[in-house]
């Protein structure tokens, strides 16, 4: 039976395209009223999500300059650690890896980077991958932060970044600590907090996506709106 624009069939279709890519969806959606200009960095070609606060922080402890020679690192990085002079991108890029990193730190949202008892930099946690961004670790067990720093204006940055190290003399150089930023709020745009590893209040997502979509006009606008706008992205 044939179709025609608009069909049920035709939808169903185009619905399962679009729900195959839920999170980057989902992120595109929330961010069209709520945009973010940070990149992830390892990442590959994703979306950016929406800034949230979270519950419990990593801290990596920095020490001086260690240098890499050419291919000896699988980051591809030249050094790590700190210096006088950097940039907070760059302290967050050169050192987000190869920590020994166990599941806990799969929890958590973000990471600070302490040199000589300060806080030199932070960053959103996307995930903790491999080097290469697609195992879980390297062959020796090490693992990479994929992510983004966070820039002036965010809430875990201008209470950190800067400032004295919240985990003073800890000789880990892996530190867990948890946060008087104890909430997140809902990726939706309510202002409604959230617990846990869920992006959104019970049922937010479906009615972030219904509004985004009445904000288009009607479903089959919205399918068509979001077809173009995919396909320039240049991701499958």
């Not at 300060?118 to 697609?134: H, P, Y």
Request: with cysteine.
């Amino acid at each position: 039976m044939p179709t025609t624009k608009g069909s049920c069939l035709e939808g169903v279709t185009r619905c399962c395209k679009l729900h195959s890519n839920v999170e980057q969806v989902m992120a595109s959606l929330v961010t069209i009223t709520e945009p973010c200009d940070h990149t992830e960095a390892g990442g590959g070609n994703r979306l950016s999500r929406p800034c949230r606060v979270g519950e419990k922080l990593i801290q990596f402890t920095l020490h001086g300059v260690a240098t890499f020679a050419p291919g000896e690192c699988p980051m591809g990085r030249s050094f790590n650690g700190w210096h006088e002079g950097m940039t907070e991108a760059s302290v967050f890029d050169v050192n987000r890896g190869r920590w020994v990193l166990g599941e806990r730190a799969d929890h958590e949202r973000y990471v600070l980077f302490n040199a000589e008892g300060i806080v030199r930099a932070a960053g959103e946690i996307s995930r903790i991958a491999a080097s290469d961004g697609k195992g879980e670790r390297d062959p020796d067990g090490r693992r990479v932060i994929i992510g983004k720093p966070l820039l002036p204006g965010h809430p875990v940055h201008d209470a950190y970044v800067g400032k004295p190290s919240p985990v003073a003399g800890n000789r880990n150089p892996v530190a867990y600590f948890a946060s008087g930023l104890d909430h997140r709020l809902c990726g939706c745009g309510c202002g409604q907090p959230v617990n846990g590893k869920s992006a959104f209040v019970a049922g937010h997502d479906q009615r972030a996506i219904h509004e985004r979509i009445a904000k288009v006009g009607t479903v089959s606008d919205f399918l068509d709106w979001f077809d173009q706008v995919w396909s320039e992205t240049g991701v499958e």
